[in-house]
């Protein structure tokens, strides 16, 4: 029988953890400042009453610069398991409370012990990170287990879901690790880099404020590192658990399915008169985007970030998806570098979790000038290549107007490797615009016309002959010609027909993605 005195000590011992003398006060401190504490994060994350806690009673063994007199509650971060729509799910939440959340040998050891678990059983990790950074207390320890993180983040990357959510600040090394998960949640009031004002100041001379250094607005506009940015902790909270709704808990797993009464063969009326009829007049993807989907839900990532492509989740009759577009709206559809670049890591997840792709084009062509080059936009508009060449999940496109030149090759093109192509009827596809080339094609013809009909009569010859959608139809260029209204069914039916494809690759061990 097990010493009833023992009983009692583990239990007071774990209360205390739990319950320390200055709870209220520093529950106090998340709450003044709008923001939870970090068990019940975790809480507002989970399945009520899913939260199973592992390794409470780990704890430093530092005594240098006074560590022999800090007790670290659960060693800064809490760590264990829970389910999300009753699906399992690993999850650490760092305790800026506990010392500033900082990143100690033991804190690091915890959060890699989680990691190694989610990747053995095939689970999701989503990070609460809160972190003032590396413990200097504790030297080199910590910089080991960075190293280890770091080396998680990447090898596990692929096998299993890593999601990150920054609340409050985030600084230094801590702040990499975000970078090399799959997906980042911030409220507008976090902010995230790898060295603070101070440093900045002290090695730059640079004076500057937190927000304006590495501030959620900035990350989800200018940096790209934020997917989704919200006003309120809970909103992130709400919108993490939407997103896992899409994934599936592992690489060797179809993505869940979710049944709705959304009829597959529900046609879209309003699509038929949604595009502009002239090609360089902007309308917004969205308006084609939200009605072809089940119950029109779109989940869209990285909303104020290149914003000439969108990217997002979304159901066919029940069927998780990536969606992939252009927006003509903005830029009008051009492929510019952060464009391909978003797209393109956007292809690689969803191929690396078996989430088919959906693919909308109305694109003019890759950006190029001066500062395009200088930037290298050959190798980063070569990701987005990269990215659907490699791809190997079913792939389907829809051409809703234009489709010229490079863009329309990688943009999920068939000579990319999409599996089905369709175009609406004013499609226009074609290595360059109709005027671009009928100007080069005919410019003695129109050197000697006779009055602007003449030369109208030229381009609009070159047009009929070889740019609309039927000629790319008769020559297998496209799949079919559909009417917009149909675009839903028509997505729903290839996507039946193509579940469950293998493509045979040559074997290797990796390939090598452009810069």
Wanted: aromatic letters at 10%.
């Amino acid at each position: 029988m097990i010493d009833v005195d023992r009983i009692d000590a583990l239990r007071q011992k774990k209360k205390r953890i739990m319950d320390r003398p200055d709870t209220d006060q520093k529950r106090k401190i998340f709450y003044d400042k709008g923001m939870l504490p970090p068990r019940e994060r975790i809480e507002k994350l989970l399945d009520p009453g899913s939260f199973v806690e592992l390794d409470m009673l780990a704890t430093h063994h530092y005594r240098d610069f006074g560590m022999d007199k800090k007790e670290i509650p659960a060693e800064g971060v809490i760590t264990g398991y829970g389910t999300v729509y009753g699906r399992k799910i690993c999850v650490y939440a760092q305790d800026f409370s506990a010392l500033g959340g900082t990143y100690g040998e033991m804190h690091g050891k915890k959060i890699c012990a989680l990691m190694d678990t989610a990747a053995e059983v095939g689970a999701p990790v989503v990070g609460i990170c809160h972190s003032g950074g590396l413990r200097l207390h504790e030297t080199l320890g910590p910089m080991e287990m960075f190293g280890q993180l770091f080396k998680r983040n990447s090898v596990y990357s692929g096998v299993i879901p890593q999601i990150s959510i920054i609340l409050g600040v985030v600084a230094g090394g801590q702040a990499y690790s975000p970078g090399l998960t799959d997906f980042v949640l911030m409220t507008k009031d976090s902010c995230t880099y790898i060295a603070g004002p101070a440093f900045v100041k002290a090695q730059t001379g640079q004076e500057i404020d937190d927000m304006e250094l590495g501030g959620a607005a900035m990350h989800a506009s200018v940096s790209g590192l934020v997917d989704i940015l919200r006003d309120q902790e809970e909103e992130i909270f709400q919108e993490t658990r939407k997103l896992l709704s899409f994934l599936p808990l592992n690489w060797r797993e179809s993505p869940p399915y979710v049944p709705n009464d959304d009829d597959p063969e529900r046609c879209v009326d309003a699509l038929n008169n949604i595009v502009p009829e002239e090609s360089y007049e902007p309308f917004d993807m969205h308006k084609v985007i939200c009605p072809v989907f089940d119950n029109e839900d779109f989940f869209e990532l990285k909303a104020d970030y290149a914003m000439n492509v969108i990217i997002g989740f979304a159901r066919l009759s029940g069927q998780s998806v990536g969606v992939v577009a252009s927006q003509p709206d903005y830029l009008g559809g051009v492929i510019d570098i952060k464009g391909a670049e978003k797209a393109a890591r956007f292809v690689r997840f969803c191929d690396a979790f078996n989430i088919p792709i959906v693919t909308f084009q109305d694109t003019p062509a890759f950006m190029i000038g001066k500062e395009m080059e200088e930037n290298g936009m050959i190798y980063k508009g070569a990701k987005l290549l990269h990215a659907y060449a490699e791809a190997t999940v079913p792939k389907v496109t829809i051409i809703v107007r234009k489709a010229y030149a490079g863009a329309y090759i990688a943009l999920g093109s068939q000579y990319i490797g999409a599996d089905l192509v369709y175009a609406w009827p004013n499609a226009e596809i074609s290595s360059v615009s109709a005027k671009t080339a009928a100007s080069i094609l005919f410019r003695k013809e129109i050197a000697n016309a006779k009055g602007e009909k003449e030369i109208e009569a030229l381009f609009q010859d070159y047009y009929d002959n070889y740019v609309n959608a039927f000629r790319a139809a008769s020559l297998r260029h496209i799949n079919d010609i559909i009417e917009p209204r149909e675009t839903r069914a028509v997505l729903i039916r290839s996507l039946n027909l193509l579940q469950g494809k293998k493509e045979i690759r040559p074997e290797r061990k990796h390939g090598n993605i452009p810069l």
